[in-house]
């Protein structure tokens, strides 16, 4: 059964950085495609960075780019977010999910699968 499980939420200051994780079991990343999305309450789930394993490709949403780092470990089976200069309009649960497309040709969240349970930043001075 494939599943993800999401760590590295925590409060930071403006300015900040976080590193979230998303955990890989059941089967291996090598190609597959992993999406992170985040959440406010009352809003829809939005897209903030893919990457394709297969090709490494990467995909960032307008807002992170610059700012937001996405990459994998393959021997850990595990894909990061390094989140650097937080802003207070980040604040988000944040998921990550397999492409069902095996690539970052989307970053719909109905275009994402296995999702995990999600992992909160709180960006507050």
């Known amino acids: 059964q494939m599943q993800l499980m999401e760590s590295g939420g925590g409060l930071v200051q403006p300015g900040g950085s976080l590193r979230l994780s998303c955990a890989a079991s059941g089967f291996t990343l090598d190609y597959y495609a992993i999406g992170w999305f985040r959440r406010v309450p009352g809003k829809k789930r939005e897209g903030v960075s ?17 700012r937001f780092t996405i990459s994998a470990d393959i021997a850990k089976n595990t894909v990061y977010l390094q989140m650097n200069s937080l802003r207070p309009e980040d604040p988000a649960s944040y998921y990550c999910a397999t492409s069902l497309y095996n690539d970052c040709r989307s970053t719909m969240a109905d275009d994402f699968g296995s999702w995990g349970q999600g992992t909160q930043v709180t960006v507050s001075s």
Request: hydrophobic fraction near 20%; proline fraction near 0%; charged fraction near 35%.
């Open 50 to 66: 893919c990457i394709s394993n297969r090709d490494g490709r990467t995909v960032y949403e307008d807002s992170v780019k610059g």
